[in-house]
């Protein structure tokens, strides 16, 4: 869902605001119609142009779903975080944009 600030042109605006509200509100405009997380390489810190190959750890990973708060909370675990402490993603599963209980989805993992 964060992903979505790219649209935004004033993204100061939310910043000053209440970013994780304004992120799940932005949500409930036009919910895509499929959600892609590439998570191969991951930029860790010194976001987002990085400073050296340190900045980078591989992952290998990619995640697909029609639920954008689904991915993102399987995109909050996949980093090690717990997704109740993310609050744009518990204000969006709070009005009901897309789901967080990951234990209850038909998930598939597939391994190349």
């Known amino acids: 869902m964060k992903n979505q600030m790219g649209n ?8 000053r605001t209440d970013l994780h509200q304004c992120i799940a509100d932005y949500a409930t405009y036009r919910k895509p119609n499929l959600n892609i997380v590439d998570a191969y ?3 860790k810190q010194n976001g987002p142009r990085g400073v ?3 900045d980078v750890v ?6 697909i779903s029609t639920d ?17 402490d993310v609050r744009y993603i518990q204000i969006a599963a ?3 944009i897309g789901r967080m209980d990951l234990e209850n989805l038909r998930i598939k993992r597939l391994s190349v």
């Open 52 to 54: 050296s190959v340190e």
């Open 94 to 96: 709070d009005q009901k």
């Open 8 to 15: 935004v042109w004033d993204r100061g605006t939310w910043h």
């Open 58 to 63: 591989t992952m290998k990973s990619l995640l």
């Open 41 to 43: 390489y991951v930029m």
């Open 68 to 84: 954008m708060v689904a991915i993102d909370t399987a995109s909050a675990k996949l980093f090690g975080m717990d997704p109740a």
